[in-house]
């Protein structure tokens, strides 16, 4: 940086030399003869700068023939000097000039910077301009000319972003910046020096975390599909067998909120038919034995079956699937299943795909219109209830507990998971299975229905052993085990064993979560939906 500096001083000094020396020499060849026009040196001033540009007014003009020679020197130099400043312009205009000026006038709206254009970013942006009218695009690359051009405005500034932000000036909000490569913090050397900036991160990652330091937070858009997979798409009572085609980032992340959400009734029997490599899974979470039959099937619980062969070995199970989940991480793997199934069985049951985009007749999930919005990312929406659950227990508890901000990921998944289960409390109370988008409305109605209910015992135990299956699948995913007292550290807690071996007082607790019903309208009320 510091040699072309001293390369632009140089040249700036010679260019200037040259053309001090051609005005001293036509002023000294023009000013002695009779006819010229030429006497001063401010003449000589004029009428190269008249030349120089083109202007050409012929006030003054050379006539001896080394005042020729000097204006045909002027001619040529104005030819170069007005190719250099249409170049000039062009890169003010093109450049990151104009559009760092630009967007200093607009440093009062709402900035989202993305680092790179792609399919995923393109998705986020234009979910952006729809939620937000006060919003300015910003991608962190030059324009490539082969890409679609946006529908929608935008900038495409490669400068840093340190100096993208300087021009905010601090004004309104804070700049929001989306890595939206999968662990782009780690390898994006624009993430580099993210901690000390003015801004809000969210960077895409697979390691399930949600914070990295003070500003930068993740996302992980395996677990969103999932979560919103089974939001939308939940366990009916009706299904006993659910087969999962394709066991890679996403396939897991499907199975894991399976198994920490779908608990419809009491006595449930679901079997779940995985193909793919499960070695590493079982290793993780070695306790789901003690809630789950592992590789067996079981008429008491649900169970867990993991084959290694070729899915289209077992046509008389896909044949009998209530529901066949194609979860590959490949979109194209995911489409070739799809179509052999299509073609050479006779499937009774719906078949999800996980697809880019939405597809005409297909149940297609995990699209990018629906993955990559700013309310997902930023979890407003995903977890708005598992906040409200939370600060609800800080209210109550009698003893000093943390903000949602200050939870590890642990105690935060117990409430996502607890604040996801509701939805099928909700529609274990209604009878109602076609219940996915929750109205306020409907959780009221929920929870009169559980109040005049659970006074009949038998049903209330069922309420209370239904919570705590749910509860018990959590804790036995995460591996931990009973203790005569709860024990962090050694993931050990008394509430760990069957529904039956629970005293009163242990089986009471069970009540907290359905009471939430009664809470949570007044909470998130003023947002209208649950």
Known sequence: MKGR?????????????????????????????????????GDAVWYSLVTLTTVGYGDLVPV???????????LFLATGIMVTLLGAVMSFITGEVMPLFLLGLQRWKNWYYLADYGVEANALAMD?????????????????????????????ISASLARIVARKRDAGTLCKVFLMREDDIGVNSRAEHLAGLPVEVYAR??????????????????????????????????????????????????????????????????????????????ALHHCLAEVFSINREDSTRDSLIFHREFWGEQRALLERADRIILCEDEVQAGWSVFWDLKRYYRIHGRIDLRNNRKAPGIHCFGTNEELYTLRNIMRADLNRAA??????????????????????????????????????????????????DLSLAEVERAYRRYCETRTIESVNEDYRRLDHM??????????????????????????????????PDQKRKRDAAWELLGRLPEELGSLGKF
């Open 5 to 41: 500096k001293k390369f632009y001083i140089y040249f700036s000094a010679i260019t200037a030399a040259v053309y001090a020396s051609l005005v001293l020499i036509l002023y000294y060849s023009e000013s002695s003869h009779a006819e010229s026009g030429i006497r001063t040196l």
């Open 64 to 74: 001896t023939p080394l005042g020729h020679a000097v204006g045909i020197v002027f």
């Open 128 to 156: 952006i301009c729809r939620e937000d009218s006060e919003a300015v695009i910003i991608y962190g690359e030059k324009r490539d000319e082969r890409s679609e051009t946006p529908d929608y405005p935008c900038f495409f």
């Open 205 to 282: 990652t697979t390691n399930g975390q949600d914070r990295l330091s003070g500003n930068i937070r993740f996302f992980d858009s395996y677990d969103c599909c999932a979560r919103q997979y089974w939001l939308t798409r939940p366990l009916c009572r009706r299904e006993r067998t659910i087969v999962l085609i394709g066991f890679g980032k996403y396939g897991r992340s499907i199975l894991e909120r399976a198994i920490l959400i779908n608990v419809a009734a009491v006595d449930q029997c679901v079997q779940y038919h995985i193909f793919g490599e499960a070695e590493e899974f079982l």
């Open 387 to 436: 906040i409200a659950i939370n600060d609800i227990f800080r209210r109550d508890a009698p003893y000093p507990t943390l903000d949602w901000d200050e939870l590890d990921s642990f105690l935060r998944q117990s409430k996502i998971v607890a604040a996801d289960h509701l939805r099928m409390k909700v529609r274990f109370l209604l009878e109602d299975e076609t219940l996915t």
């Open 470 to 503: 749910r509860w018990l699948r959590f804790y036995v995913f995460y591996n931990w085990s009973w203790g005569p007292v709860h024990d962090d550290a050694a993931r050990e807690n008394p509430m760990l064993r069957p529904y039956e071996d629970l005293t």
